[in-house]
């Protein structure tokens, strides 16, 4: 998935990143623009689509990580952004600004 973003300009800055309150899959920066993109993954559509499981209650978890992640970064961001990549038998969707 990062390959996707990189494709497009964007730089990694960490990929499954980790605290004791939970991860982020990707942080990326494209100029002062700080992407955190969370990743779903299915083989198949039976149990809905990926994007559907970033409900409400993981998006304000995801917020929650990203406040932390800003807090402990050396460079601020002027934006930041949240995506969702969906994952479906090999087809990439990313819905940028999901949240």
Sequence with gaps: MAAWYQER??????????????????????????????VK???????GLPAEAVGRQKQQKIRMLAARWLA??????????????SVLANQIEVIQAAF
């Design 9 to 38: 300009g964007y730089r990694v800055l960490d990929r499954n990143w980790r605290c004791r309150d939970g991860e982020l899959d990707l942080v990326l920066r494209k100029g002062g623009l700080v992407v955190f993109c969370e």
């Design 41 to 47: 993954t299915r083989t198949s559509d039976a149990f």
């Design 72 to 85: 402990e970064s050396p460079s601020p961001a002027a934006e930041i952004r949240f995506d969702v990549a």
